[in-house]
């Protein structure tokens, strides 16, 4: 296997008609990383990896691989291995069949063909499996089956598009795991383009979130959860709270902000480095980072107030949507045996950590 | 895809359109040519002018007309209504209408009409019986009668199968969402099944009408002249190839088939509903009454009688000795199979080579259309769909003549035989005429092969090229058999074209052995044995590919992903 | 190096296509039906080993267009058909080429009318007349009596079971018209043949049509010529054959096309149709024809009609300078007033029939004035005697068909004949119509 290769996308833009499907992206990924390409649909990620396979063709920009530029080269010549969202393994094949076509293309001998099939086979768990056809094998099975016959060649770089959507919850989570196993044993280069933003942070090492045929951030789960760049980022990656307002200096100086929020209210955050004195921003912070009380409790946090308008009870924690001024804020509280509960239409306080917010320009 | 088209799909895209070209637009416009021009090679409508003054000429226009839109009609009484039992209702009869679907077409339709003529002409079985029984007589035979009574049976499964297929099409949800919000019984077809199987319903009925319109076997055996496809041909053969009426004649066949042709296709338009299919489709299917079962199946039984009324007459005529003035023959014999025999393997393997040929080469180019028109940007590839569609439209009498005109003094390479009278003439004539057939099978079949199949392919390492070898053709193979049979049949069965270039009689195919030896005063006993020869062989053929067919789909369907 | 087998196995599969061409093959051009050129086939075959019989079939007309514009060199060697006009068409356009074959014993003379052509461009082969034939079972079954002479048509009884061709459409109806015509005279004969025709059922495309009609029962009554009916009667169809008195005896011809691609194969076939072996087939029951070599009749069956020996009572003189000249007239005036108007002609017809049965029950003077009028508008030709003797008029359908402002004169006067025809016959029936109120 190859000891992975770096993949660099330089200044790629592609236009379908008038419609701007992607807008100058630069993308750097490391030779063997587990990449994540992330965005809702119509974001532009699938047509990127498109362009690495060379089904599509950048109007702009070069793409290399290990150095190499393969922008004018095609398909057939890129040795980059693609997974398809409908697996698209031929009926009239057998597994084994379908496993062995690229090694055919490359004219290799036919014991050899055996042999790398049979290994690839034992890769992903089927070899039992060789002689049947893909319509008698369950979803995961086919979705092993077309791995299988990308990884048997021995691709430079990996690509998956949305390889897990088509599989059921249970199995998608249990697949992804193998995924990553497997990535880390071949250490070949992947890009892994997914929707579900559970999915990207849970396998990739960095994600590139895009929006719009525009990349929004680029960086590590934690990055993007933690400091997300903009308000897309920050709405994308998990649940948050957004509230805009304005900074001011706190009354009495000292080392405070005061943040007024156009629906909560004053909030007084510590000065943080980063934050302007002044100025329109927005804040956010994530549900985990607010206690919900009787009363305001910890003078280390910033408390507001607000009736509590729904209840959502998910297993591990309570998660409440609490109405504070004209703000809809959202607090997860840890849900133990004996835990308070707070119901619908009761009259809380809500406590934010001010070292979990994060300022946000406008 | 990689680049904007590569040079290799426009070279053969221009080879496709050489061909289409050279052997379909050419000769056609030649015919046209001489309707516009003088002697001296002046442009006129005078012959035009001409023609309208004619009164057997407008009245052969309005007979043409009138007996292709009764055809469409009677068809559609046939058609219809069986249709909508089959996929209604919970129907075991699905296998008869299957088989109603085949049957008139595997017979040349001259055929048929000669021996309709025995059953039910003036003085045939059923006249006869009539006149003992009632003293009554049904003239159903007698002229523009007897052409529309012989192409409704021949041609309504045109209407049937596509009806059948649009109903079956219908998505589960569209009718309960209907039923849902209060629709029932005739109103709901009426508002929501019939008009969401209507692009079926027209697709079959513009082909038959082109089809009856531009017929020249059947009106010709049944002695109707004053059509427009019989007056083309007898002016253009008997007053020689010169006579400028006989051009008008074929400029109005062209002319107006392919109008008919392009109003279907716009209304057709933009009416896709079928290819949308999310969930469950079919309609929903109902149990039948006793009494309504019984009616269902008497309706079909008749139709089915009806629809072999002219096989079980070719077989009675081959049997016989002398079959006149009787409800049947009195004297059997095997005689006439055994005077066809010597000349009918001969006859057989020329039909043999010229159609298989043909549908050979329709195939080939039918599937290089439809993946220049499905998987490539090369611009102009909507033109050869298109190019290669209207060939529908030309009728084979115009394009008989054509050739006959275009490649006059042609001679084949290497040989002293002219490209006229010799075989190739006719496996270029057939293709060029079937291919829309084998385009609309590649078509429907390319379309079932999703792209990422051959993406996939070619991410592995294989070029274009192979990737359709082992890939995009295998999974096709079903439609484009599908194809290769349909434009077979249809070519060795068919008579306008042939009866135009047959010169040699060791050159004939069978369509036109059967018509020869229907002009012997001795009897049409062989040329009837020879019709049963040809529709047996077609008829098993075309079963052995349908079992083929049905088998590998299935084997197919294991094999697709969930 | 790699193009030669390429070459080859192209060559070979073009002459696939083209079928094979031996040096020994002689292609002929016909209109006769498969069992005589069949018959023909074999037995030459038979008798000249290493010969192979190509046969083109095709009707007259076409296959006169067909010599015509196959290019010299590459024509069919010979020519073979019924009608004589159209090789007299041949041999003026120079397509025919002069030949002797030799045989001995065959008369110059059928009656008046030459076998073999005076100039020597085409031979006679085969004879042939023309009559009535009929089926059996139909006429007894609509109690008809069978006829004897076209005459004989022109009975109310037979209205709507006779059928018939037309002569633009068969050589040998055109024949048989014109036998009529100058049998009868011009006026006379068109009188019949309305007459006649307007008892039909039928006016068919092609002469095949009517035997075929009479002989599965379709039609009760038809003209045909005389192999026609005497083949059908032979091979077991309840039909019969009669010749009239008006009728006359034509060779079928036989020539050798200018610009053969094989002459003297063409030279061998002819010799061998004229010689008394190939004379012989045509004694063949599923052919029936009269063969040109008197000495044939020797081994003939009983009852074999026999032209030579002066059973067949052939009034007409026929004179085909006659017939050449006033062709394309006689053929267009048929079609327009006959073929085109069938239906008005015979609704004309039903009237006066209709007419003629009440007024023998009730005489009426009137009526029969009336009648007589509807007579002789739906009985009389559009076109006087005179005027077919008219050069002029007579050119007028000689020009070139292409000639975009002939062709409007002809279709013009065509029209007019239609017209006046279809005019005629509606008012025939009013008039036949009146004359039956009357009667009553």
């Known amino acids: ?362 | 895809m990689n680049s904007r088209f590569s040079t290799a799909q426009a070279a053969v895209a221009l080879a496709i359109a050489a061909f289409l070209v050279a052997f379909l637009v050419y000769p056609v416009l030649t015919v046209v040519y001489v309707a516009f021009t003088n002697a001296d090679g002046t442009l006129t409508f005078g012959h035009f002018a001409s023609f309208m003054q004619i009164s057997l000429m407008r009245e052969s226009f309005a007979n043409s007309l009138y007996v292709a839109l009764m055809t469409v009609l009677v068809c559609s009484l046939i058609a219809v209504p069986i249709a909508y039992f089959t996929v209604r209702f919970d129907f075991r009869g699905a296998v008869l209408v299957q088989t109603l679907g085949v049957l008139p077409l595997i017979m040349p339709a001259f055929v048929g009409a000669s021996a309709m003529q025995l059953l039910f002409g003036r003085s045939g079985s059923v006249n006869l019986l009539l006149s003992a029984w009632f003293d009554v007589t049904v003239p159903i035979m007698d002229g523009l009668n007897g052409v529309i009574f012989v192409e409704s049976l021949h041609y309504f499964p045109f209407i049937l199968m596509n009806l059948t297929v649009a109903l079956a099409n219908i998505d589960t949800a569209m009718e309960e969402s209907a039923q849902n919000l209060g629709a029932s019984g005739l109103r709901l077809f009426r508002r929501v099944v019939f008009p969401l199987a209507m692009p079926g319903y027209v697709a079959g009925a513009s082909l038959v009408f082109i089809k009856v319109f531009d017929d020249l076997g059947t009106p010709l055996v049944l002695n109707v002249t004053n059509m427009l496809a019989p007056q083309a041909y007898l002016r253009v053969t008997s007053i020689g190839i010169e006579d400028p009426i006989g051009y008008v004649i074929c400029f109005l066949l062209v002319g107006f088939s392919i109008v008919a042709m392009w109003g279907s296709t716009l209304f057709l338009r933009g009416r896709e509903y079928a290819t949308l299919q999310r969930g469950a489709t079919g309609l929903a299917r109902r149990r039948l009454s006793p009494w309504q079962t019984a009616f269902a199946y008497a309706w079909i039984v008749v139709v089915l009688l009806l629809v072999l009324s002219p096989h079980i007459g070719v077989l009675l005529l081959s049997l016989s000795k002398v079959w006149s003035f009787s409800v049947v023959p009195e004297i059997y014999t095997l005689d006439n199979y055994a005077t066809v025999f010597t000349d009918s393997s001969r006859m057989i393997g020329n039909t043999l080579l010229y159609c298989g040929l043909a549908a050979l080469v329709d195939v080939v180019i039918g599937t290089a259309i439809a993946y220049l028109v499905l998987r490539t940007r090369l611009p102009g590839r909507q033109i050869l769909d298109h190019l290669a569609t209207v060939a529908l439209a030309m009728p084979g009498v115009v394009l008989g003549i054509g050739y006959l005109r275009a490649f006059r003094g042609i001679e084949l390479p290497f040989t002293d035989t002219a490209l006229t009278a010799s075989g190739l003439i006719f496996v270029l004539a057939y293709s060029v005429r079937r291919l829309p057939y084998a385009l609309r099978s590649c078509m429907a079949a390319l379309s079932q092969v999703h792209v990422s199949l051959e993406e996939s392919a070619q991410n592995l390492g294989a070029t274009r090229a192979r990737s359709i070898r082992r890939i995009v053709v295998p999974l096709m193979a079903g439609g484009i058999l599908a194809g290769f049979v349909t434009s077979f049949v249809t070519a060795a069965v068919e008579i306008s074209e042939t009866i135009l270039l047959t010169s040699r009689e060791s050159l004939a195919p069978m369509s036109y052995g059967i018509y020869l030896y229907m002009q012997s005063i001795a009897g049409r006993g062989p040329g009837a044995a020879l019709g049963v020869i040809a529709v047996v062989m077609v008829g098993l053929g075309s079963y052995a590919s349908h079992r083929y067919l049905h088998g590998r789909s299935i084997a197919l369907e294991a094999g697709r992903p969930g | 190096m790699a193009l030669r087998p390429l070459a080859r196995t192209l060559t070979i599969t073009l002459a696939c296509f083209a079928g094979q061409t031996w040096a020994q093959q002689v292609t002929v051009i016909t209109s006769f039906p498969k069992e005589l050129t069949e018959a023909y086939k074999k037995a030459f075959e038979a008798r000249h080993p290493g010969a192979r019989v190509e046969v083109l079939n095709k009707g007259t007309p076409a296959a006169v267009a067909y010599v015509r514009e196959t290019a010299a060199g590459s024509r069919p060697d010979v020519f073979w058909a019924s009608a004589p006009d159209a090789f007299e068409v041949l041999a003026k356009d120079g397509l025919l080429t002069k030949y002797d074959p030799g045989v001995a014993g065959i008369p110059s003379k059928i009656g008046n009318y030459p076998i073999n052509d005076p100039q020597g461009y085409y031979r006679g082969q085969a004879l042939a007349g023309y009559g009535i034939m009929w089926n059996t079972r139909y006429l007894k079954a609509h109690k008809l009596t069978e006829p004897r002479e076209w005459a004989d048509l022109v009975k109310p009884v037979y209205f709507g079971h006779v059928a018939l061709s037309s002569p633009s459409r068969s050589g040998t109806t055109h024949l048989t018209v014109e036998t009529i015509l100058q049998g009868e005279g011009w006026s006379k004969g068109w009188s019949q043949m309305l007459q006649i025709c307007g008892n039909s059922a039928a006016i068919t495309e092609r002469s095949f049509g009517v035997p075929d009609g009479v002989s599965n029962g379709q039609y009760g009554i038809g003209l045909v010529i005389d192999f026609f009916g005497l083949a059908a009667q032979n091979s077991g169809f309840p039909v019969g054959f009669v010749y009239p008195s008006v009728t006359a005896i034509v060779p079928a011809n036989i020539g050798l096309v200018n610009g053969a691609k094989n002459p003297e194969a063409g030279k061998r076939f002819i010799q061998y149709t004229l010689s008394p072996e190939g004379q012989q087939l045509l004694l063949d029951p599923k052919i029936s024809r009269l063969p040109v070599l008197p000495e044939t009749y020797k081994q003939a069956p009983l009852g074999y009609p026999d032209p030579y020996g002066g059973k067949i009572r052939a009034k007409v003189n026929f004179d085909s300078e006659l017939s050449d000249s006033r062709y394309y007239v006689v053929s267009s005036m048929f079609d327009q007033t006959i073929t085109f108007r069938h239906k008005e002609l015979v609704a004309a017809t039903r009237a006066i029939h209709d007419a003629t049965t009440r007024l023998a029950a009730k005489p009426n003077a009137q009526a029969q004035r009336l009648l007589a009028e509807a007579r002789s508008l739906a009985f009389e030709p559009v076109v006087g005697e005179d005027k077919t003797r008219d050069k002029e008029f007579l050119a007028i359908f000689r020009q070139s068909k292409k000639d975009a402002q002939a062709t409007k004169r002809v279709t013009a006067l065509e029209e007019h004949w239609s017209n006046e025809a279809k005019k005629n016959y509606a008012r025939a029936v009013e008039l036949a119509n009146q004359a039956a109120a009357l009667a009553k």
């Not at chain 1, 992330?38 to 990896?49: A, I, Q, R, V």
């Not at chain 1, 099939?117 to 039992?128: I, K, S, T, Y």
């Not at chain 1, 960086?219 to 990656?237: I, K, S, Y």
Request: hydrophobic content about 45%.
């Open chain 1, 1 to 362: 296997m190859h000891a992975g290769v770096k993949v660099q996308i330089e200044h790629v833009a592609l236009a379908f008609g008038s419609t701007k499907v992607l807008r100058d992206i630069d993308l750097l990924i490391e030779p063997g990383e587990f990449f994540g390409l992330l965005g809702p649909s119509g974001c532009g990620k699938s047509t990127l990896l498109r362009i690495i396979a060379g089904f599509n063709r950048a109007q702009t920009g070069r793409v290399r691989i290990g150095g190499e530029d393969i922008t004018a080269v095609p398909p057939w010549n890129r040795n980059v291995g693609m997974v398809f969202q409908s697996y698209a393994l031929w009926p009239h094949m057998s597994v084994a069949e379908n496993v062995a076509f690229g090694l055919e293309e490359r004219r290799l001998p036919r014991s050899e063909v055996r042999r790398k099939v049979a290994e690839a086979l034992e890769l992903v768990g089927l070899a039992a499996f060789a002689g049947r056809r893909p319509g008698q094998l369950s979803g995961g099975q086919q979705q092993r089956v077309a791995l299988a016959r990308t990884i048997a060649v021995e691709p430079r770089v990996l690509l998956l598009d949305e390889p897990l959507s088509n599989l059921d919850a249970r199995l998608r989570v249990h697949m992804r795991r193998e995924l990553v196993a497997l990535q880390r044993k071949l250490g070949v280069t992947t890009l892994f383009v997914t929707h579900d933003q559970e999915e990207a942070m849970t396998t990739c090492a960095r994600i590139a979130l895009m929006d719009q045929g525009v990349i929004q951030q680029v960086g590590t789960p934690v990055d993007l959860f933690d400091r997300p760049a903009n308000r897309f980022v920050a709405e994308f990656v998990g649940t948050i709270n957004l509230l805009h307002g304005r900074l001011e200096r706190a009354a009495g100086g000292g080392d405070g902000v005061a943040f007024l929020s156009e629906s909560a209210g004053p909030l007084s955050l510590p000065l943080a480095e980063g934050i302007p004195g002044q100025g329109e921003a927005s804040i956010a912070f994530r549900p985990h980072g607010v206690l919900v009380a009787e009363r305001a409790s910890d003078a280390a946090r910033v408390w507001l107030s607000g009736t509590v308008t729904e209840r959502e009870f998910l297993g591990e924690f309570v998660r409440y949507h609490v109405r504070a001024g004209t703000a809809d804020l959202i607090a997860d509280q840890p849900h133990y045996f004996g835990v308070r509960d707070f119901p619908r239409g009761a009259q809380v306080r809500l406590g934010i950590d001010p070292g979990q917010v994060r300022l946000l320009q406008r």
